[in-house]
């Protein structure tokens, strides 16, 4: 089945139709692009036409109706200490889990997947009832704190470090160091991979999220880039399209560099958590 | 006799006294691997176990946020409400046929690309990196680009009406099931890399000899795929499924971001169980049956997932 030959016809047809999936997926894309350089008119009369003239009044646009540097500011900072935070505290429990036999700890493990089968729609009510009693309402600690450390990003971080031979720790506890300086010293080192894919998919999820900041954060200085463009979308008027396009294409852009540069891990992190089942 | 006995009793307890002190040596010993463990054990304490219980306590109140001294006792009412309520079950109805939809189209569009993408020798690893773009893109940004292309008057209108496969602008959004099939497919969209990369890494750990034996007795490409490479992907396919229906019958986001209200619409026609949680939460301050409901969607979760094991075990054997 692999070795088909280069040119023969069922080698022609599968290029076509992955083409012609690559330009279905890419084309909303472009469509986003093309129309934030446009003028509002013109999106209107010809929404997929290439833009007559290239202009830039709806990133200016955007700017002057919206606060997007402090938007942008807000997901900075959440999506940034989640991942910090998450990547830190998910790879202590990880090594835990993987090179200290402390007693109990294969049934703790265990108990910890079963808990990723619970429906999370069973912690959206409760959690905020939780949060209203501490006065978290309206705070960011309301979504950073439960976000500290995740069973997900623990699992992944496990999988990849048993994979590192336990004599590298053995020996270094016989020559008196201590876990923390394991930790820090010899698996860190050793992990990047691993927190990588972590530290990627963590950001990645905080900042696509517009759930929790929706519930959480009701004044505007604290609105995510998400949240904003929520909120803007129903208040641009039609001759103004190009700003919605400007702000998608602003919330975009960093996620997809960030993206290109890192791919490969990308795409493996998720193939990963399907085959370690 | 009675010596003996006395003796294997004995014998018994300073093995478990030996078996306990060894225990509590091993424990002094690795101590850090509990301190390393704790911020997990603690955080789900507080966010995890007390916020189920408080759900489950919730079910028998009248409960709002705004004045949460004032709840009423209400015993089993939240329950007979839930399950009596029309707009619930609307709400199911909704997420099934979006579900059915969205896993069937996703999943088997994952399985096409993936077994093309095995098949190419140049370009699979770009194509990937293609299909993966809208994984990595937030719903909000994903559902206005979506909403937009399929709006009346948006290109896909205009093209379809150009082909005359449609007599006019198509008001989807106030239809009924319409949003639930549209939302279905922007998903599928959002997706299917996935997926493809979950398959993909499946194909790419299946033995290549199979294949060469295959191919040696004469199997076409179609037979090699339904006997050797489906079979072989069992577990990856049922990863998916049950990952998709815990987290698919969960579903709001997408139809709050592409435009409709927390009631789904006027004839809640977008309305799917989540959503209907979040609208008598947050909107009527239900929050007693708010927490019925998404405990309901929970035990209708949870049954789903056990018959798919059920199925997936005696298909095993």
């Known amino acids: ?101 402390f007693p109990g700890r294969d049934r703790i493990f265990g108990f910890m997947l079963l808990t990723m089968m619970i429906p ?89 999220d517009f759930f929790g900041p929706l519930l959480y954060l009701n004044r505007p200085e604290q609105w995510t880039l998400q949240l904003g463009l929520l909120q803007f979308r129903g208040t641009v008027p039609g001759e103004n399209a190009q700003q919605i396009w400007a702000l998608t294409t602003i919330i975009t852009v960093p996620i997809v560099v960030v993206y290109f540069f890192i791919q490969e891990q990308f795409v493996k992190a998720f193939a990963n958590v399907s085959l370690s089942k | 006799m009675s010596a003996i006995a006395a003796e294997g009793q004995n014998s018994i307890a300073s093995a478990s006294t030996k078996r306990h002190t060894t225990l509590l040596h091993r424990m002094r010993r690795n101590w850090w691997g509990y301190v390393f463990v704790s911020p997990w054990v603690i955080l ?60 069937f189209l996703k999943n088997g569009l994952g399985l096409l690309i993936a077994s093309l993408l095995f098949n190419i020798k140049f370009g699979g690893r770009l194509l990937r990196t293609i299909y993966f773009l809208p994984v990595i893109t937030s719903t909000v940004v994903l559902m206005t680009i979506g909403d937009n292309l399929a709006s009346p008057g948006g290109p896909i209108q205009k093209y379809l009406i150009d082909l005359h496969l449609l007599d006019g602008p198509f008001f989807w959004k106030s239809e009924e099931t319409w949003p639930m099939i549209v939302i279905a497919l922007i998903n599928t969209w959002k997706w299917f890399g996935i997926s493809t990369v979950i398959l993909l890494a499946g194909m790419y750990s299946i033995d290549a000899r199979l294949y060469e034996a295959a191919a040696v007795d004469g199997a076409n490409g179609w037979q090699m795929f339904t006997y050797i490479t489906l079979p072989t992907l069992k577990p990856q396919l049922f990863f998916l499924l049950v990952v998709d229906v815990i987290n698919g019958l969960q579903m709001f986001g997408e139809v709050f971001s592409i435009g409709f209200n927390v009631y789904g619409g006027i004839n809640n026609q977008a309305l799917t169980p989540v959503l209907y949680l979040y609208a008598q939460a947050f909107d009527r301050s239900n929050v007693g049956f708010a927490s019925t409901l998404g405990l309901l969607l929970a035990y209708i979760i949870a049954a789903l997932t056990f018959l798919q094991f059920k199925f997936f075990r005696t298909n095993e054997n």
Not at chain 1, 19 to 25: E, K, N, P, T
Not at chain 2, 59 to 71: D, G, I, Q
């Open chain 1, 120 to 208: 999370g729609v069973l912690f959206l009510i409760p959690t905020y009832v939780l949060m209203y009693r501490i006065g978290w309402v309206g705070h960011f600690e309301a979504l950073i704190v439960p976000s500290i450390v995740s069973v997900f990003n623990i699992f992944l971080i496990r999988q990849f470090m048993s994979g590192i031979p336990d004599e590298l720790v053995e020996a270094a506890r016989i020559d008196g160091a201590g876990e923390m300086v394991i930790f820090t010293r010899i698996i860190l080192p050793l992990a990047r991979p691993a927190l990588a894919t972590v530290a990627i998919l963590t950001f990645m999820g905080s900042w696509n």
């Open chain 2, 44 to 103: 789900y304490i507080v966010f995890g176990i007390y916020p189920l219980i408080l759900s489950f306590f919730l079910t028998f109140f009248n409960y709002s946020f705004v004045n949460p001294e004032n709840r009423q006792f209400v015993g089993i009412g939240n329950w007979v409400r839930g399950i009596e309520d029309p707009l619930f079950w609307k709400a199911i109805f909704n997420i099934v046929l979006n579900q059915s939809v969205f896993i």
């Open chain 1, 1 to 101: 089945m692999r070795r088909a030959k280069a040119f023969s016809p069922t080698m022609i047809l599968s290029y076509a139709v992955l083409l012609l999936g690559a330009f279905f997926v890419i084309y909303p894309f472009f469509y986003m692009i093309n129309n934030s350089v446009k003028t509002g008119q013109e999106i209107m009369h010809s929404p997929t036409a290439l833009p007559e003239k290239i202009v830039f009044t709806g990133y200016t646009g955007v700017f002057d109706e919206l606060d997007v540097m402090l938007l942008f500011k807000n997901s900075v900072f959440l999506a940034g200490s989640i991942t910090i935070l998450n990547t830190i505290f998910s790879a202590l429990a990880a090594y835990a889990f993987a090179k200290i036999p």
